[in-house]
């Protein structure tokens, strides 16, 4: 045998060897282009994932802070209605107690005035009572003084001619008696 033979065996393994070994690493990148396109899909996947659990997060979280915000609007708007409500609700509670006060006030003033001119009344009926009894009593002690006048005119008239008589009779005895005398 000659050393050709054996040499192009030895190129020949090496070329198969070589042949193997290519192939092996074309299979192991293959696997590996499988494998990375594998985990690269996986990675994509989950990344998407990710970006769509973040996005819907963020959306999330954009809503809350919207409906808290529109809440928050919510709450101050009624808030500020009801103060309003309270408000105006005081306002015409206060009129109308006003209103009340103001009606019992008059009606006390009407009482008051009805009570003083009842008091007036009253007062005059028993001032007008005292004067009737007054121009009665008057009225009487007149009477009482003419009948008087009229008794003492009877009972001193008799004596007042008497004493008339006997005075005119004792002038003319004492105008006669100078003039008997001298004769």
Do not use: C, W
Request: net charge positive; hydrophobic share 45%.
């Amino acid at each position: 045998m000659s050393p050709l033979p054996a040499l192009r065996q030895a190129y020949l393994a090496a070329q198969t060897a070589r042949k193997l070994e290519a192939a092996s690493q074309s299979r192991q990148r293959a696997m590996a282009r499988v494998t990375f396109a594998g985990v690269d899909a996986t990675a994509k996947a989950k990344s998407i994932a990710v970006d769509a659990a973040r996005r819907a997060a963020h959306k999330a979280h954009t809503l809350q802070a919207t409906m808290s915000t529109a809440s928050k609007r919510r709450d101050a708007r009624v808030s500020l209605v009801a103060n309003k409500v309270a408000f105006y609700n005081a306002r015409a509670a206060h009129t109308t107690s006003i209103a009340r006060y103001s009606v019992l006030a008059d009606a006390k003033q009407l009482v008051a005035k009805v009570e003083s001119k009842q008091a007036a009344a009253d007062y005059l009926r028993a001032l007008d009572q005292r004067l009737r009894q007054s121009k009665a009593a008057l009225t009487n002690q007149r009477v009482a003084n003419v009948v008087e006048r009229q008794r003492l005119t009877t009972a001193v008239s008799p004596m007042l001619r008497v004493a008339k008589m006997r005075a005119t009779q004792s002038l003319a005895g004492a105008y006669t008696r100078p003039l008997l005398s001298s004769t």
